[in-house]
């Protein structure tokens, strides 16, 4: 069955660390995005892409960035993690002709 | 920019009650999807609405879009302990079409005692 998963599931870091975060989905969808969830906020939009070599800011994409090599992977990367960014991180697909996100069952990372 | 507000913020109930959750946006939607998330989980995609007015059911589940398409809830009847988890509303970030671009209410949780 097709898929979307995220590795690591969890992670803790230091301040100051690059961490990377991956998500590699099997459903050959365009659209690809990352949100972060933490309590009290729902779901923020960080970053998402509408195809190789296309990404563009969301909502929330100060200290993040994304890159699109493929159809199938959208690696979100924490070029100097800060302790604010102690979050849940959900990266979700969508397919051409739904609304419909889905999900990956999400990273909860950790920064020291 | 756009908001989405979900009330309550918490919800408990005991089994067998009725639950309702509210989400009202800041500026019109050209639809509104509703979403679960289990403890622990991810979520999972329930329901979109388009229409004006659209009422659609899922089993106990109803799910209501409001006239002016900026307003919409989510009413379960007779809970169960399966209903757990925490209900986001999600409308498009830009008001026409989302392309996965949401921004999402704060969601509630709801907590269903046997």
């Known amino acids: 069955d097709a898929e979307i998963t995220q590795s690591p599931r969890h992670k803790i870091t230091e301040t100051g660390r690059q961490v990377t975060l991956a998500c590699h989905q099997t459903w050959n969808h365009n659209n690809m995005f990352w949100y972060r969830q933490d309590l009290g906020h729902g779901l923020r939009l960080i970053h998402y892409s509408y195809g190789v070599q296309d990404t563009n800011k969301g909502e929330v994409s100060d200290g993040y960035s994304v890159s699109r090599s493929n159809t199938e992977d959208l690696p979100l990367t924490l070029e100097s993690a800060a302790s604010s960014q102690t979050s849940v991180y959900f990266c979700?697909?969508?397919?051409?002709?739904?609304?419909?996100?889905?999900f990956g069952e999400g990273s909860r990372l950790t920064v020291l | 920019g756009q908001q989405v507000m979900q009330i309550p913020q918490y919800q408990h109930v005991q089994e067998g009650e009725d639950f309702t959750t509210y989400c009202n946006s800041s500026?019109?939607?050209?639809?509104i999807q509703w979403y679960k998330q289990r403890p622990g989980g991810h979520p999972v995609f329930l329901i979109q609405?388009?229409?004006?007015?659209e009422v659609k059911k899922q089993k106990r589940l109803t799910f209501q879009f409001g006239e002016a398409k900026k307003n919409s809830s989510l009413h379960i009847t007779a809970t169960q302990t399966t209903d757990v988890g925490t209900y986001f509303c999600?409308?498009?970030?830009?008001?026409?079409?989302?392309?996965?671009?949401?921004?999402f209410g704060q969601g509630t949780i709801l907590t269903v005692h046997p």
């Open positions: 979700a697909s969508k397919g051409q002709n739904t609304g419909e996100l889905f």
């Open positions: 999600a409308g498009p970030r830009d008001g026409g079409t989302s392309y996965g671009k949401l921004t």
């Open positions: 500026t019109t939607l050209s639809n």
């Open positions: 609405l388009v229409k004006s007015g």
